[in-house]
């Protein structure tokens, strides 16, 4: 859903800052819920923004009901893990022929998967929102950088060889347990004012 002209503004300038504001960024992701839950929902329940648990503080959870392709209604608990749209994806790694992640995407990664798993284990949880499968407890993803971001600028970098490496790990990895990672820009473009 759009956002106004003025708060689209603000989020840009945000999002272009030199300093980290994943925090202030996170106030835009309500108007665009639909696009951070596996498919369409039927309702939203609950937003939580810095859920604690015992693995540390989950960014940005999604409690919401949504159909099935056999139409049932089930409610779904979805995890993002949020880093700075300042923060890159990939960096060269120490053999300046390939790339890996950086310690922000990592971080990332680790949080939420523990953060999940911890979820789906959390009986007064899980009744709290009257989620009834743990397997409806999912990691949507991680929202992080910026598209002109992807890799983290150095000697010798080489942008087709890092968006390479990158959809490798897509591949491999993120595709084969349904994490999604997207970059802020992807936010941005939903909520822009037409």
Known sequence: MPISAEEYAEF??????????????TRFLEEATDLLLPSTPVATIHIALEQRSPYG???????????????????????????????HLVEIDDSNTRYRPTKDLVKAETQLLHYVHQAAGDRDL???????????????????????????PGAGVDPAAAQHSYRIRQTHIYNKVQIRVMTWDRIMNLVKPE
């Not at 999002?15 to 994943?22: L, P």
């Not at 503080?57 to 999604?62: E, G, K, L, P, Q």
């Not at 009257?130 to 890799?151: F, K």
Request: charged share 35%; net charge negative.
């Open 12 to 25: 840009e300038r945000l999002a272009d800052d030199e300093s980290h504001r994943e925090r202030e960024c």
């Open 126 to 152: 899980l009744e709290r929102y009257d989620i009834r499968y743990t397997a409806n407890v999912i990691a949507g993803g991680i929202i992080i950088g910026r598209d002109n971001r992807l890799v983290r």
């Open 57 to 87: 503080r989950s960014d940005y959870i999604v409690v919401a009901d949504i159909r099935s392709d056999t139409g049932q209604q089930e409610r779904h608990m979805v995890f993002w893990e949020l880093k700075a749209p300042q923060c």
